[in-house]
């Protein structure tokens, strides 16, 4: 199934956007709506995950269902980015993006007020949806509104910032949320911002619109390819891998999931033109990237559940404890940017995700009675320190020599791969983080929250050791997880030193 756009004759797909009359008149303003709009599709990413106690306790959600509330927004805003992206060229940008923001707004208000997790789920993947619809529009919006030059470059120069400072901030912001109101404002906080960014959308310029047909069939049959892989891994880790239902599931993501390469490889404006693949570096980097994220992701869920459930952090305090995470990406980020120009990419990357990958192995041999400054202080800094350093070459790698009509698909697949590599590193570690836990004692995370009602202290230690066996078992898995991403880097990438204009 397509439908089609039915306009007139638009530029190349990924070519330069005239600026508009409205641009020059309201610059400002075009650019505080665009980046209010990107932190608050990103900051949605974190925000929620220092909540998760809270939520786990509020909802009374079991351990392996915990993860579908990160899962179901991270499979949906990846898996639909491409088409979002698309959406916007062929239906008009400012349109497409209004209806990815309001619909963002409407699932954080029903997120907001579930009253069970089946609820909650299905608003997160509402609320992916939306994501998937605004955050490529938001961003070829820039394209629309600032003319090429000095006033693209400071408007893309904000937006990057506003994606960067997202995870952080939500971090921080879910932490005051949850702890001085309710879990359920890490959601409803979404209303105000995104009812200022719709009454802001009034000063952007739309842009002329493309031919052809949105694909969503092949959108349809790879989300529900990927949603199909995760729920399969999740119910694998709960049920035993020999389950018929598991085993089902995993055939039929393989299916959708060959049907929806096929579909790419035989339609006229595909989502993904895999000839963006054939490239030996981009796939390289494409898979790092897959593994970076699934490594970061189940970083973020474990620390925090650590953090809360074993140390007994309040949410704020764990908000602020991920500083030293922030700190370590964006100080070698910069200095990352620096070494591109004049090293080979593998030469700086592969270091930084052999870093990241140490400071996971730091993670492994924590107790309940570790100490925040001796051995979570350091191991986040160093772990957010390498991936600082991977991120920038890996980034620049997977747009590196692609077609000018093909930009915008290789950019919104580097997206896709950070977001479902998240997804499936957080079923697939919470699969094995339970697993490791209920050796050491059954069902240790309801044992937990009835030791906390019947205020049994020996059976919570009890439970808080296993727990926390469990979470050391998924950091070593991390770890192995971003070793790997480095040893395909290492090997499989061979690209040269860029050439200054490419590397500017």
């Known amino acids: 199934m397509s439908f089609e756009a039915q306009a007139a004759p638009a530029p190349v797909p990924g070519a330069s956007v ?7 008149r309201r610059p400002v303003l075009a650019l505080l709506v665009i980046a209010a709009a990107e932190l608050m599709v990103v900051l949605d990413a974190t925000i929620v995950n220092i909540a998760l106690p809270s939520i786990q306790s509020g909802l009374e959600i079991s351990a392996g269902n915990l993860a579908w509330v990160v899962n179901a927004y991270a499979v949906t805003f990846g898996g639909l980015m491409l088409l979002g992206g698309r959406a916007g060229d062929l239906f008009g940008r400012r349109r497409v993006f209004r209806f990815g923001i309001a619909l963002f707004v409407l699932a954080s208000v029903l997120g907001g007020l579930a009253p069970d997790a089946g609820l909650l789920i299905g608003a997160r993947v509402l609320q992916g949806v939306g994501a998937a619809v605004a955050a490529p529009t938001a961003l070829a919006l820039i394209a629309t509104n600032f003319p090429e030059g000095k006033e693209r470059n400071r408007a893309m120069g904000t937006y990057a910032a506003m994606a960067g400072a997202g995870s952080t901030v939500g971090l921080i912001l879910g932490g005051v ?13 979404n209303i105000p ?9 009034t000063v952007l310029d739309e842009a002329d619109r493309s031919h052809g047909k949105l694909d969503v069939s092949g959108a349809a049959a790879g989300t529900a390819g990927l949603l199909g892989l995760v729920y399969a891994v999740t119910r694998g880790g709960q049920q035993g891998w020999a389950d018929s239902v598991t085993l089902g599931c995993f055939a039929v993501a393989a299916v959708l999931l060959v049907l929806f ?20 570096n981009r796939a390289g980097t494409y898979a790092a990237l897959f593994l970076a994220g699934l490594g970061m992701f189940s970083t973020f869920y474990f620390l925090t559940l650590f953090m809360q459930h074993v140390l007994g952090y309040g949410a704020v305090r764990t908000g602020l404890a991920y500083l030293p995470f922030s700190a370590g990406i964006g100080m070698t980020a910069a200095i990352g940017s620096k070494l591109v120009l004049r090293l080979a990419p593998r030469l700086v990357a592969a270091p930084g995700l052999v870093i990241a990958a140490a400071g996971m192995l730091w993670l492994g041999p924590l107790t309940p009675h570790s100490s925040y400054a001796g051995v979570l202080m350091p191991a986040m800094f160093v772990t957010g320190a390498g991936l600082g350093c991977a991120f920038v070459p890996l980034t620049l790698g997977a747009v590196r020599g692609v077609a000018e009509n093909d930009s915008g698909s290789a950019s919104g697949l580097l997206n896709t791969a950070q977001q479902i590599g998240g997804a499936l590193g957080v079923a697939g570690l919470a699969a094995l983080s339970t697993a490791f836990a209920g050796d050491r004692l059954p069902r240790a995370d309801e044992a937990y929250f009835s030791g906390l009602r019947t205020y049994d202290a020996e059976l919570v230690a009890r439970a808080q050791e296993a727990m926390t066996y469990g979470y050391t078992r998924a950091f070593t898995g991390g770890a192995l997880v971003f070793a790997t991403a480095a040893l395909i880097v290492a090997v499989v990438n061979d690209a040269g030193r860029p050439e200054p204009s490419a590397a500017g």
């Open 18 to 24: 005239p600026a508009r009359a409205g641009a020059g």
């Open 177 to 189: 949320l949850t702890q001085y109101l309710d879990w359920r404002w890490v959601l409803l906080v």
């Open 193 to 201: 911002i995104g009812i200022g960014v719709l009454a802001g959308t």
């Open 261 to 280: 390469l096929l579909r790419q490889s035989r339609i006229e404006h595909p989502m993904l033109p895999l000839r963006v693949l054939k490239d030996r």
